[in-house]
């Protein structure tokens, strides 16, 4: 029987927890329905022990502290919850002493693995340096920032290295719960969880849902009013010199201080920037592409639909379908 800890904390989402807990008693009942033994078992942990109160207002009762977690063949983290960047990387620190024990428990063959801001705290004790990894899109810039040995997969919605998972936000946890059970349960239980839980086991990018408002937090004036100019001009042409230019600025200096603010040239942004605006027009008018296409600052609308689909992983079309209200182009 595998088992699995479900590790918990201050600050935590409990859904983490909950939702885990509950993913592997659906497992079991579909196998002892079929005539076979629970395949899993688990526990739910915390630091100390200690039951949780979480920043939802909710108790959970626990099993006991994280040392019981070393004898476990997998350990789910828990997401973590954030408002501010101050605030919840001061969190993250508070626990660096906890997360030293994870190492040493993924040395002893654990798989381990996190979701959402729960990745950050995989980072912190250094298990995801030099591995690839992915995190919650909307903080994608700062995991960069903060922790720039990690092979960062912004786009991906799991990863796996080395019996290390990572998953991108929310939802992304039962993708992420699909992995690990599969080599257990096997691909045709795998796929009747999936269908009894409304999962796509096809998705492998959460690039469809990205925005552009994890690139504001930076700070820089210069690249901020760079942000503006850009938003302000978006349907015109534009240029790296010109934009410079307004700036007062040199572009090797331009380009150097954006792409440490934004982790990306401002040519970049500036199609990410275009392909955003492009998203909202799809969601909630019933514009063509050719209509919507220089509205967003280009005249090739082969041209957009190829960076449109680079950018997101879906067409135009496929957008539409899956999160708009108008007919399709």
Same mark, same amino acid.
């Given at each position: 029987?595998?088992?699995?800890? !479900? %590790?918990?904390?201050?600050?935590?989402?409990?859904?983490?927890?909950?939702?885990?807990?509950?993913?592997?008693?659906?497992?079991?009942?579909?196998?002892?329905?079929? @005539?076979?033994?629970?395949?899993?078992?688990?526990?739910?942990?915390?630091?100390?022990?200690?039951? %949780?109160?979480?920043?939802? +207002?909710?108790?959970?009762?626990?099993? @006991?502290?994280?040392?019981? *977690?070393?004898?476990?063949?997998?350990?789910?983290?828990?997401?973590?919850?954030? @408002?501010?960047?101050?605030?919840?990387?001061? =969190?993250?620190?508070?626990?660096?002493?906890?997360?030293?024990?994870?190492?040493?428990?993924? *040395? +002893?063959?654990?798989?381990?693995? /996190?979701?959402?801001?729960?990745? &950050?705290?995989? #980072?912190?004790?250094?298990?995801?340096?030099?591995?690839?990894?992915?995190?919650?899109?909307?903080?994608? #810039?700062?995991?960069?920032?903060?922790?720039?040995?990690?092979?960062?997969?912004?786009?991906?919605?799991?990863?796996?290295?080395?019996?290390?998972?990572?998953? @991108?936000?929310?939802?992304?946890?039962?993708?992420?719960?699909?992995?690990?059970?599969?080599?257990?349960?096997?691909?045709?239980?795998?796929?009747? =969880? #999936?269908?009894?839980?409304?999962?796509?086991?096809?998705?492998?990018?959460? /690039?469809?849902?990205?925005?552009?408002?994890?690139?504001?937090?930076?700070?820089?004036? !210069?690249?901020?009013?760079?942000?503006?100019?850009?938003?302000?001009? %978006?349907?015109?042409?534009?240029? !790296?010199?010109?934009?410079?230019?307004?700036? +007062?600025?040199?572009?090797?200096?331009?380009?150097?201080?954006?792409? /440490?603010?934004?982790?990306?040239?401002?040519? +970049?942004?500036?199609?990410?920037?275009?392909?955003?605006?492009?998203?909202?027009?799809?969601?909630?008018?019933?514009?063509?592409?050719?209509?919507? /296409?220089?509205?967003?600052?280009?005249?090739?609308?082969? *041209?957009?639909?190829?960076? &449109?689909?680079?950018?997101?992983? %879906?067409?135009?079309?496929?957008?539409?379908?899956? &999160?708009?209200?108008?007919?399709?182009?």
């Amino acid at each position: 029987m595998t088992t699995f800890a !479900l %590790l918990g904390y201050a600050n935590c989402q409990i859904t983490g927890l909950s939702a885990s807990a509950d993913f592997l008693h659906l497992l079991n009942t579909l196998s002892q329905r079929e @005539g076979d033994e629970r395949l899993f078992q688990w526990k739910i942990l915390s630091p100390d022990g200690r039951d %949780l109160a979480t920043p939802a +207002g909710l108790r959970l009762a626990v099993d @006991g502290d994280w040392s019981l *977690a070393q004898d476990a063949d997998v350990i789910v983290v828990s997401a973590m919850d954030y @408002g501010r960047m101050g605030p919840f990387i001061a =969190a993250v620190e508070a626990l660096r002493a906890e997360l030293a024990r994870l190492p040493e428990y993924w *040395a +002893g063959g654990a798989r381990i693995a /996190a979701a959402c801001t729960g990745t &950050f705290l995989l #980072a912190e004790c250094g298990l995801l340096n030099r591995r690839r990894a992915t995190t919650t899109w909307w903080l994608r #810039a700062q995991f960069r920032e903060r922790y720039p040995k990690v092979r960062l997969q912004a786009d991906a919605l799991v990863t796996q290295d080395a019996n290390i998972y990572c998953a @991108g936000p929310y939802s992304a946890r039962d993708n992420l719960m699909l992995q690990l059970v599969e080599p257990e349960i096997g691909r045709e239980r795998t796929t009747l =969880a #999936a269908k009894l839980m409304l999962l796509d086991l096809n998705r492998a990018s959460q /690039a469809p849902y990205a925005m552009l408002q994890q690139y504001h937090g930076h700070g820089d004036p !210069l690249v901020s009013r760079a942000q503006q100019w850009m938003q302000a001009r %978006l349907g015109e042409p534009q240029t !790296l010199d010109a934009l410079a230019a307004t700036l +007062g600025s040199s572009v090797r200096t331009l380009i150097r201080r954006f792409t /440490a603010a934004c982790g990306q040239t401002p040519g +970049g942004y500036l199609q990410r920037l275009r392909v955003d605006a492009a998203k909202r027009l799809l969601e909630t008018t019933s514009r063509s592409v050719e209509q919507i /296409a220089p509205m967003v600052g280009y005249q090739d609308v082969s *041209a957009f639909r190829k960076l &449109f689909r680079r950018v997101t992983g %879906l067409t135009p079309r496929e957008y539409r379908c899956r &999160f708009g209200a108008g007919a399709a182009d």
